[in-house]
């Protein structure tokens, strides 16, 4: 067993975010790897499945006796060719991520569906059926590995808030509007089971986003923010008048330059995934058949 065996697959293109089809696997592929997903076998022989490289660099080009597995995350396109749902976009769900690969399908990948294999057993594999990697682009690979880190940031809100705005969530407000969100941040008080809340939420406008889409956000933030006010025992202070120095230049939509790391330190990120996915797009994989 060679200790450089990470380092040559690097040096053959295997860095994080190439991929490869299943399609082009061996049919016993299923044989070498582990994962806690059911049926690896008929996953790994779908051919709208493909097999996308989740480990850090680092972690691949690691002597063997280190770091002796790589890991990958299924994903698969959809059975009709459509567009992809925005939440699933940009590391904004830390369940879902869609991307586009290069056969032109939007392929969505599922938090639960990770594999690993041996380094060595997979060099064998590849070697034997003479795969070459395909790559991401490399704004896409950033989104892989920020929606990688996002699933081990995720902050668990009280049941008593989450009970309360849960008809805002059925009546899929936050479904549309949104597609200019980077992030929405939030402020509770108290951050613990209670039946009234102080609630300050603003959404952080993308970067890359154009101008004028600014102004479409922030409407649809103070709609957000006063469909929140009128839940019982929610009030959110935008709406009134702000009686704490520390969110006085709080509004509904920030840009990118406004926003402070002392600000965000009365933040917490909320995921889109805890909020809302409209009905089929909170849906794995596995129901696409």
């Known amino acids: 067993m060679s200790e450089s065996v990470g380092i040559e697959l690097f040096s053959q293109g295997w860095a994080q975010g190439t991929y490869l089809f299943c399609e082009s696997l061996s049919a016993d592929f299923h044989l070498h790897c582990w994962a806690t997903t059911e049926n690896l076998e008929k996953q790994l022989t779908d051919k709208r499945n493909t097999l996308i490289l989740l480990s850090q660099n680092c972690d691949i080009t690691a002597k063997y006796t280190i770091e002796k597995t790589i890991e990958f995350v299924i994903a698969r396109r959809p059975k009709k060719k459509k567009p992809p749902h925005f939440l699933n976009l940009y590391a904004k769900s830390t369940r879902f991520l869609e991307l586009e690969l290069t056969d032109g399908f939007w392929y969505k990948a599922e938090a639960s569906k990770v594999l690993q294999i041996d380094k060595q057993d997979f060099i064998n594999q590849i070697t034997a059926k003479a795969i070459q990697p395909s790559a991401l682009e490399k704004t896409d690979c950033e989104v892989l590995t920020r929606w990688r880190a996002n699933r081990y940031m995720r902050v668990a809100l009280p049941d008593s ?66 469909s929140l006010n009128t839940i019982e025992g929610l009030t959110c202070p935008y709406l009134e008048k702000e009686s704490n120095e520390n969110f006085e230049a709080v509004y509904p939509a920030m840009r990118r330059s406004e926003v402070t790391v002392e600000l965000l330190d009365h933040f917490i990120r909320w995921n889109f995934d805890s909020i809302s996915l409209s009905e089929g797009d909170n849906e794995g994989i596995d129901k696409d058949i």
């Open 161 to 226: 808030f989450e009970n309360k705005i849960r008809s805002l969530r059925e009546n899929n407000i936050f479904d549309n509007g949104l597609e200019h969100a980077g992030s929405l941040y939030l402020s509770l008080e108290p951050f613990e089971e209670s039946e009234h809340y102080i609630v300050r939420l603003f959404a952080l406008h993308r970067q890359n986003s154009p101008p004028e889409s600014y102004d479409s956000l922030f409407k649809k933030m103070e709609q957000v923010i006063e």
